[in-house]
């Protein structure tokens, strides 16, 4: 084999983009810009590329258009995700938990964007791999947002759309958007495992936020099983890029819906956690 090990400094890449109305008050818009295969040595990454992709055009629209936000946007692209979502976690060690007065307080709500190109059905959920194994107690913060997406604005956007299945497709016996935000679960822990609802069950990069207590989930995917991620042949040429396109179509609108909607009505009670570092 030609594999070698090395150790290397693994840094998260953080920028900011000021809001009109709340500078004050951030929404964070995250992914994880690194991959794994386990054929260390050949890990091509092109479907966890895809996060970073949306998060980078999001960017760029936002940044062209400064006047269509009302939070501070803070995009976050994360190192090893795959290492125990290790980057994530010494953020919010570090900025939330350690410099809560100056960086922590502002935090409204953290989107990270972790989905494939299997079909076109998203998920938001605040539990995976990591935080396997929790209920829906972990994020009592979400009942007004859930409502507001699923009963206000997703029925909206399909209307506005026409597409009646991100409500309810009758072949599925649910909507597209699937309502559960609560986590995805599964037989087991860790990405060697597949959840119920396809996967393979990943860990995401808003769990750590989640398990302080945080506001955070993450735009994820429902009965997408892909046997070529985390593998050698994870190319971009065999990426279904029709998937992607809609799933940009659906989520774009509603993070510019979100990051323009007064929060403060909609996220809460958020109770943290300090876990100090020894």
Do not use: C
């Not at 062209?64 to 919010?92: C, E, M």
């Not at 709500?109 to 829906?136: C, H, R, S």
């Amino acid at each position: 084999s030609n594999m070698k090990w090395r150790n290397v400094v693994a840094e998260n890449i953080i920028g900011y983009l000021p809001g009109t109305e709340y500078p004050d008050k951030y929404v964070l818009l995250t992914a994880a810009y690194d991959s794994f295969s386990f054929v260390p040595s050949l890990a091509p990454g092109a479907r966890e590329a895809i996060g970073t992709a949306v998060m980078l055009q999001l960017a760029r629209y936002f940044a062209s258009n400064p006047d269509l936000h009302k939070y501070t946007l803070v995009f976050i692209a994360f190192s090893g995700t795959d290492q125990g979502v290790v980057g994530s976690r010494w953020f919010v060690k570090d900025y939330i938990d350690r410099n809560w007065e100056g960086w922590g307080s502002k935090v409204m709500l953290q989107m990270n964007i972790n989905f494939n190109d299997v079909n076109k059905y998203l998920m938001p959920t605040t539990i995976a791999a990591w935080l396997y194994g929790w209920n829906e107690g972990v994020a009592p913060w979400i009942g007004n947002y859930q409502q507001w997406l699923f009963n206000t604005l997703i029925p909206d956007l399909s209307r506005k759309l026409d597409i009646p299945q991100l409500t309810f497709d009758p072949l599925l016996g649910k909507g597209w958007i699937s309502r559960d935000m609560s986590g995805g679960g599964g037989p087991g822990h860790g990405i060697v495992y597949n959840d119920y609802l396809g996967a393979p069950i990943r860990y995401v990069n808003s769990e750590p936020l989640t398990a302080l207590g945080g506001p955070a989930f993450t735009w994820y995917d429902y009965q997408a099983f892909s046997d070529i991620y985390y593998t050698p042949f994870d190319l971009p040429d065999t990426i279904k890029w029709s998937n992607i396109e809609f799933e940009i179509k659906v989520l774009y609108p509603i993070i510019y819906a979100t990051v323009n909607v007064d929060l403060s009505q909609l996220i809460g009670p958020v109770s943290y956690t300090h876990l100090r570092a020894h």
